[in-house]
């Protein structure tokens, strides 16, 4: 590829899509796998990021609709520029003849092979080209099946095929507002949306900090514990901030913990630019003690992330759910230990950016069992659709609601209040 890449800039975005895909095929995060493009301008690295995601979301339509065009299957290589090229055509409706023309190029820079393959690579998306119709018939992009499962338990088939329709649009751009002229559409919720793909750093107020970059559902985990000025708060899983920035936004007085030193330093750089303190900590959250108890404790715990799918939709193809019990525990050993950090009648608020019952519902009816004083209160902030909140009272969100507005992540929220008498 690299015969390629004093190219046309738009081939240039298309070569850091290609690497951004390979190593997430080997494993890595997207987060990751950014390096790869670090020597790419701005906007080729930009689009090359938007390029890879949009082929993650559709990588089993582009496959079903290359399949009867392809007498064998090609190199990996080959594999995903096909599928790359697919994508932008029928997807982005890119222009044919420039994808078709852009890709036949790469392909002929892939050395001996890729020389050899180009003809193959030409005729093929000639043909696919044409396939609009057959791609619009296409149903979404499943989730894996030990993710699938038990969605599918939890919440049956239609609402399964609506969270993957919204796994395939893609997630906008949702801001927090800390000042008064903050830009965007303003939710029910009070968090403030944009569309998939705006600048953010082009956005007015980001330099003098009116707002942060948080998914309108990761910011109801914050507005459900409703922190008052003056309480003393832990934020025990901090990072990137944004939780951070909202319970110091509310006048608390908040202790942020991390095990990451370099994440940690991520939330110092967002409340420096918000004009917001807390006091940080790096460490394991299961060996912190306050030197008094404590008034409330966000626990955003560690999860299999499964709500951000939308977002990050490398998850399904780089983790198989093995990683899940061991999480699972840990997130009761944290709630357990949060309990212990507060005062009695003092409240937690518990979360997890996942749509497993196994890290939400279940993980709140197995800590219900091992603390009989703990209560559970309404997981309710304004904005919050009744409809949302389970049985129990927590707030179950998924990424098909609000359709009409773009989605949101998954999320559970518990909110438990710690009786007088609880030990």
């Not at 609402?159 to 008064?180: N, S």
């Not at 900090?209 to 910011?219: F, K, P």
Request: with cysteine; proline share 8%; hydrophobic share 45%.
């Amino acid at each position: 590829m690299d015969k390629t890449r004093k190219g046309e800039p738009g081939d240039q975005a298309r070569l850091g899509a290609l690497r951004l895909l390979a190593a997430i095929e080997d494993g890595a995060t997207m987060d990751e796998a950014v390096a790869l493009t670090e020597e790419l301008s701005p906007s080729a690295r930009a689009r090359a990021r938007r390029l890879a995601l949009e082929v993650m979301r559709r990588t089993d339509r582009a496959d079903a609709v290359l399949a009867p065009f392809l007498q064998r299957r090609p190199r990996p290589d080959v594999q995903r520029l096909l599928r790359l090229a697919t994508v932008e055509m029928l997807a982005l409706h890119e222009a044919p003849h420039g994808a078709v023309n852009a890709a036949v190029t790469i392909c002929r820079g892939m050395g001996g092979k890729g020389q050899a393959a180009s003809g193959m690579v030409n005729a093929v998306l000639r043909k696919v080209s044409a396939a609009q119709e057959a791609w619009d018939k296409l149903p979404a992009q499943m989730m894996p099946a030990w993710l699938r499962r038990p969605v599918v338990h939890a919440w049956g088939r239609d609402v399964t095929r609506a969270i993957e329709t919204a796994h395939e649009a893609g997630a906008a751009l949702d801001l927090t507002p800390k000042g008064p002229d903050v830009p965007g559409e303003v939710l029910p919720t009070g968090s403030h949306r944009l569309p998939l793909g705006t600048q953010v750093s082009a956005l007015p107020g980001y330099d003098t900090g009116d707002w942060w970059v948080q998914d309108a559902a990761a910011a109801l985990a914050v507005r459900v514990l409703d922190p008052q000025p003056g309480e003393r708060i832990a934020d025990l899983c901090a990072a990137p901030g944004g939780k951070t920035l909202q319970l110091a936004a509310a006048g608390a007085e908040v202790t942020a913990l991390d095990i990451s030193e370099s994440r940690l330093a991520r939330v110092a750089e967002n409340l420096q630019r918000c004009g917001l303190s807390a006091h940080l900590v790096a460490g394991d959250a299961l060996a912190w003690r306050p030197d008094a108890p404590l008034d409330a404790v966000l626990l955003d715990a560690p999860c299999s992330a499964t709500g951000t799918i939308r977002r990050h939709p490398e998850l399904p193809l780089i983790r198989d759910g093995s990683a899940v019990p061991a999480l699972a525990e840990l997130q009761a050993k944290l709630i357990d230990h949060a309990l212990s950090l507060l005062k009695p009648g003092g409240r937690l608020v518990f979360a997890t950016c996942s749509l497993l019952p196994d890290e939400g519902e279940d993980q709140l009816t197995a800590a219900l069992a091992r603390h009989p004083g703990l209560l559970v209160e309404p997981a309710t902030a304004p904005g919050v659709d009744p409809a949302w909140l389970t049985p129990q009272g927590a707030l179950r969100l998924r990424p098909d609601l609000w359709p009409e507005r773009g989605g949101m992540d998954g999320f559970f929220i518990a909110r438990l209040r710690k009786r007088l008498a609880e030990s």
